[in-house]
């Protein structure tokens, strides 16, 4: 039987992070994609803690720009988090584009990131 769309992704994800892996100094930005919205996270892997998120669904987001699956939104979820980013003193980061292609709204919201001052 063939693999659905969610399985070969996951797989195409798991193979990424046998060598990705963040530090509290430069975290792991995974990115997850819906539908509907784009989920962003900044996590300490040795810790195993999620230092910062935030999504198309945040109330700061909501405020922006109503609609959340576009790419439109991907560019602006990452000004925004780019920001929250560099608030918290966070410069560099480990892209984890979750075993999604770097396309579309995955690129829009890293693209996004290196605007606002984030380096990776």
Do not use: C, W
């Not at 999504?55 to 920001?83: D, I, M, N, Q, Y």
Request: proline share 2%.
């Amino acid at each position: 039987m063939n693999a659905t769309y969610e399985e070969r992704r996951k797989k195409r994800h798991a193979r990424a992070r046998k060598r990705i892996f963040g530090t509290a100094e430069r975290p792991r930005l995974a990115v997850f994609r819906s539908g509907k919205n784009l989920y962003a996270q900044a996590i300490d892997d040795i810790q195993g803690k999620t230092l910062f998120y935030f999504a198309t669904t945040h109330e700061k987001f909501r405020k922006a720009s109503p609609k959340g699956g576009t790419v439109e939104a991907a560019k602006k979820l990452g000004e925004l988090f780019g920001t929250e980013l560099l608030g918290k003193g966070i410069k560099k980061i480990i892209f984890d584009r979750g075993g999604y292609q770097y396309h579309g709204r995955v690129k829009a919201l890293a693209e996004a990131l290196r605007s606002a001052g984030v380096d990776f």
